[in-house]
């Protein structure tokens, strides 16, 4: 196996992390507030389940700094009813 060669776990996770940067430009561009600050929110969400995927961290972890970035961005309330929903 080459070293340089991209995993398919890394690629997928790239893929998605520039999805959600666009889609963030987008909401910006489009004034949709709430598009906006989502993808702001999970963009950086998608590096760190990166790392959880690799043994780097745990997906607890990843939950817990989504929540605490959710908290200062104004969004707990929106993870907190998606959450619940989840649950039902």
Do not use: P
């Amino acid at each position: 196996m080459q070293t340089n060669q991209t995993s398919a776990l890394e690629t997928v996770h790239r893929l998605l992390f520039r999805a959600l940067l666009e889609i963030r430009s987008q909401g910006h561009e489009q004034k949709n507030k709430l598009v906006f600050h989502l993808a702001d929110l999970f963009h950086n969400v998608v590096l760190e389940m990166e790392n959880a995927a690799e043994g780097k961290c745990t997906y607890a972890e990843v939950l817990k700094l989504l929540e605490e970035r959710a908290h200062d961005k104004g969004l707990d309330k929106w993870v907190s009813a998606n959450r619940a929903s989840l649950s039902q």
